[in-house]
């Protein structure tokens, strides 16, 4: 299993760095063993609560400029109950780790619905306090919730739980804090950024909910910046997420501080991405002889103090 | 095949009914022009557009005529909440439209065999039109003879079938089916279909097909118990986005999306999917059995 893209992440070993966001195809297990045969490391679920939601009602995806999209899906999902089902079809047919995304209407909510996915299989959790057209946007906005809802799903599992942030807040690092005070194994950063599109000829807001979560090209520099700004604060993993296209963004990632990646929206131009992904990576490494992709983790820090800090006025 | 991936048809461009006209009592027709961006937006048959009612919701629809000038038109029979609100839209009213999406329906050499069952019509209108240009004018592929099915639960509910006659030609055929028997062959289409094979001894016949699933999956095991008879099915599943990310149209076991795989399937496919005639997904992701 070792070889120059494989990383671990509290315990769990991903042959590559690639993990399937939450969000985008993870319903249906056909979906997922899809992508599991293209190549991907690793999947996450779509976000699952402790009962059916249908979200918001279409138009909820659109693609707003070449490769950049606005939902709002509103976290619809099947409910526990009938993806427990789903999750031991995941495990079946595929064995590269599984991902459970959760949320709830509070932490015992998350945690029952946590506890389950893991007695169904799951092999991490993954904590949505941060989806930004839903209730629980809130949560991943505040310090103090974003801890305790982290402590309570720790509680209640012993597979690794990772947190994932919003970037529609001033200062990530002390939610990113909280979530490691709170015994997250891992943080994933970031979720979608809140953005709206409006129809040219009506003005009329086009998402049935108006406001929507941005994914997509556009929004890789703010999730490339947001890892680079928690790295240094925390000593988990950071699993780096937002636009990423192509094997150059990954090595972004990496050097903000990443140790694996999430990629969804790039999956509208189809899975054989994967694979011109991971092979752009392999020639990188074997050009520049780096034995494994991780020793170039954190490598942008080393400017750190060659970065101008003022600004230069004139005289 | 699939179509040319372009971003620019992925936001709904509003634009207003231009005519509407009434099919029979629960279908209507809505033409509008569909011109996105500079250049002339390619649609072809089976292929389908998201069409957005502002104000409800948006919703995956066959093209049912491909005319010129980015003239297009859907047709909508009035069985749900959404289409009920369009049956209400008059000349002016604008709707937003995405797409086209999916592969389409492709003409194939000698004895087509169409069948609409119910408002599916509307989906196998353009290769019906498609394989009699190419009826008329044979010039990389021959087609024989144009066998059109035209099924409805009852006479009020039939529909296109005037310019069904106005499209087919000497020796095709149409054959209307009822459930009732109030108008041409008392049964389902798919007795009809059973039937015209038995009796015909053509060889090389293509069956192009769109309507209910439970029709379908019948038309395809009628097609295979023929020498595996090529087909080509229109699936429809809910979808939120239509470009291959949302996931609800997922079919097991292969993971194949209805929005970018589909809509059209063959028989090499339709034989390893397990889910078809059987499961579909509802907003939620959640399954449910037909």
Same mark, same amino acid.
């Not at chain 1, 619809?76 to 459970?100: M, R, S």
């Not at chain 1, 941060?130 to 599992?157: D, M």
């Not at chain 2, 769109?210 to 699936?235: A, R, S, W």
């Not at chain 2, 809509?263 to 090499?268: H, K, L, S, V």
């Given at each position: 299993m070792l070889n120059e893209l494989s990383c671990e992440i509290s315990g769990i070993e991903f042959e590559n760095p690639l993990i399937l966001a939450s969000g985008i195809l993870g319903v249906a297990p056909s979906s997922i063993v899809r992508l599991s045969n293209a190549g991907i490391g690793g999947t996450t679920t779509k976000s699952i609560g402790p009962r059916t939601r249908f979200g918001f009602s279409n138009p909820s995806?659109?693609?707003?400029?070449?490769?950049?999209?606005?939902?709002?899906?509103?976290?619809?999902?099947?409910?526990?109950?009938?993806?427990?089902?789903?999750?031991?079809?995941?495990?079946?047919?595929?064995?590269?780790?599984?991902?459970?995304?959760?949320?709830?209407?509070?932490? =015992?909510?998350?945690?029952?619905?946590?506890?389950?996915?893991?007695?169904?299989?799951?092999?991490?959790?993954?904590?949505?306090?941060?989806?930004? =057209?839903?209730e629980v946007a809130s949560i991943g906005l505040s310090a103090e919730l974003t801890k305790k809802f982290t402590e309570q799903v720790k509680k209640a599992v012993n597979i690794p739980v990772f947190v994932k942030l919003t970037p529609n807040l001033a200062n990530i690092i002390p939610i990113a804090k909280a979530a490691e005070n709170g015994g997250a194994d891992a943080i994933v950063a970031i979720n979608t950024v809140r953005g709206l599109s409006l129809d040219i000829e009506t003005g009329r807001p086009i998402l049935s909910h108006g406001i929507g979560g941005l994914s997509g090209k556009a929004i890789r520099p703010i999730g490339v910046r947001c890892v680079y700004e928690i790295y240094p604060h925390v000593k988990i993993p950071i699993i780096g997420c937002g636009g990423i296209s192509k094997w150059q963004d990954v090595l972004e990632y990496i050097y903000a501080?990443?140790?694996?990646?999430?990629?969804?929206?790039?999956?509208?131009?189809?899975?054989?991405?994967?694979?011109?992904?991971?092979d752009g990576l392999h020639i990188f490494l074997k050009k520049h002889n780096i034995s494994n992709l991780q020793e170039l983790r954190g490598k942008s820090h080393d400017f750190d103090d060659e970065l101008e800090v003022k600004p230069k006025f004139q005289n | 095949m699939k179509p040319p991936y372009d971003y620019r048809l992925n936001k709904p461009f509003l634009t207003?009914? +231009?005519d509407i006209i009434k099919e029979n009592n629960r279908i209507k027709t809505f033409i509008f022009e569909y011109n996105p961006i500079s250049e002339p937006v390619k649609i072809n048959p089976g292929?389908? /557009?998201?069409?957005? /009612?502002?104000?409800?919701?948006?919703?995956?629809?066959?093209?049912?005529?491909?005319? $010129?000038?980015? $003239?297009?038109?859907?047709?909508?029979?009035?069985?749900?909440?959404?289409?009920?609100?369009?049956?209400?839209?008059?000349?002016?009213?604008?709707?937003?439209i995405r797409g086209p999406y999916g592969n389409w329906f492709t003409s194939q050499n000698g004895t087509?065999?169409?069948?609409?069952?119910?408002?599916?019509?509307?989906?196998?209108?353009?290769? +019906?039109?498609?394989?009699?240009?190419?009826?008329?004018?044979?010039?990389?592929?021959?087609?024989? $003879?144009?066998?059109?099915?035209?099924?409805?639960?009852? $006479?009020?509910?039939?529909?296109?079938?005037?310019?069904?006659?106005?499209?087919?030609?000497?020796?095709?055929?149409?054959?209307?089916?009822?459930?009732?028997?109030?108008?041409?062959?008392?049964?389902?289409t798919t007795e009809k279909l059973k039937e015209i094979l038995n009796k015909g001894k053509s060889n090389s016949i293509t069956v192009y097909a769109c309507g209910p699933e439970k029709m379908l999956k019948t038309v395809f095991q009628i097609c295979e118990d023929h020498n595996k008879i090529p087909v080509q099915l229109n699936?429809?599943?809910?979808?939120?986005?239509?470009?291959?990310?949302?996931?609800?149209?997922?079919?097991?076991?292969?993971?194949?999306? /209805?929005?970018?795989?589909?809509?059209?399937?063959?028989?090499?496919?339709?034989?390893?999917?397990?889910?078809?005639?059987?499961?579909h997904r509802d907003f939620s992701g959640k399954t449910y059995l037909i």
């Amino acid at each position: 299993m070792l070889n120059e893209l494989s990383c671990e992440i509290s315990g769990i070993e991903f042959e590559n760095p690639l993990i399937l966001a939450s969000g985008i195809l993870g319903v249906a297990p056909s979906s997922i063993v899809r992508l599991s045969n293209a190549g991907i490391g690793g999947t996450t679920t779509k976000s699952i609560g402790p009962r059916t939601r249908f979200g918001f009602s279409n138009p909820s995806i659109i693609e707003i400029d070449d490769g950049s999209f606005l939902n709002s899906v509103g976290l619809a999902n099947p409910g526990i109950e009938a993806f427990i089902p789903e999750i031991k079809e995941i495990k079946k047919k595929t064995n590269i780790p599984l991902i459970v995304s959760v949320f709830g209407d509070d932490p =015992h909510i998350y945690a029952e619905v946590a506890k389950k996915s893991e007695l169904a299989g799951a092999d991490a959790i993954e904590i949505n306090v941060s989806c930004p =057209h839903a209730e629980v946007a809130s949560i991943g906005l505040s310090a103090e919730l974003t801890k305790k809802f982290t402590e309570q799903v720790k509680k209640a599992v012993n597979i690794p739980v990772f947190v994932k942030l919003t970037p529609n807040l001033a200062n990530i690092i002390p939610i990113a804090k909280a979530a490691e005070n709170g015994g997250a194994d891992a943080i994933v950063a970031i979720n979608t950024v809140r953005g709206l599109s409006l129809d040219i000829e009506t003005g009329r807001p086009i998402l049935s909910h108006g406001i929507g979560g941005l994914s997509g090209k556009a929004i890789r520099p703010i999730g490339v910046r947001c890892v680079y700004e928690i790295y240094p604060h925390v000593k988990i993993p950071i699993i780096g997420c937002g636009g990423i296209s192509k094997w150059q963004d990954v090595l972004e990632y990496i050097y903000a501080g990443a140790t694996a990646v999430q990629l969804g929206s790039i999956f509208s131009r189809g899975e054989e991405k994967i694979n011109e992904i991971l092979d752009g990576l392999h020639i990188f490494l074997k050009k520049h002889n780096i034995s494994n992709l991780q020793e170039l983790r954190g490598k942008s820090h080393d400017f750190d103090d060659e970065l101008e800090v003022k600004p230069k006025f004139q005289n | 095949m699939k179509p040319p991936y372009d971003y620019r048809l992925n936001k709904p461009f509003l634009t207003p009914i +231009i005519d509407i006209i009434k099919e029979n009592n629960r279908i209507k027709t809505f033409i509008f022009e569909y011109n996105p961006i500079s250049e002339p937006v390619k649609i072809n048959p089976g292929q389908f /557009v998201m069409v957005w /009612v502002p104000g409800s919701d948006e919703i995956p629809m066959s093209v049912s005529h491909i005319g $010129k000038n980015s $003239k297009i038109s859907i047709s909508v029979a009035d069985v749900g909440e959404t289409t009920h609100l369009m049956h209400q839209l008059k000349i002016g009213d604008k709707i937003g439209i995405r797409g086209p999406y999916g592969n389409w329906f492709t003409s194939q050499n000698g004895t087509a065999i169409v069948i609409g069952g119910g408002i599916g019509m509307a989906s196998v209108l353009s290769i +019906i039109q498609d394989l009699s240009n190419h009826k008329n004018d044979p010039i990389d592929i021959k087609i024989d $003879k144009i066998i059109c099915i035209n099924g409805a639960k009852t $006479k009020s509910e039939l529909c296109f079938n005037k310019e069904l006659q106005k499209i087919l030609k000497e020796n095709d055929s149409l054959e209307i089916c009822t459930d009732d028997g109030s108008r041409g062959f008392k049964g389902f289409t798919t007795e009809k279909l059973k039937e015209i094979l038995n009796k015909g001894k053509s060889n090389s016949i293509t069956v192009y097909a769109c309507g209910p699933e439970k029709m379908l999956k019948t038309v395809f095991q009628i097609c295979e118990d023929h020498n595996k008879i090529p087909v080509q099915l229109n699936l429809e599943r809910m979808m939120r986005c239509g470009f291959g990310i949302c996931g609800l149209c997922a079919l097991d076991p292969t993971g194949l999306l /209805v929005c970018r795989d589909g809509p059209i399937f063959t028989n090499e496919i339709l034989r390893e999917i397990t889910d078809f005639g059987k499961i579909h997904r509802d907003f939620s992701g959640k399954t449910y059995l037909i």
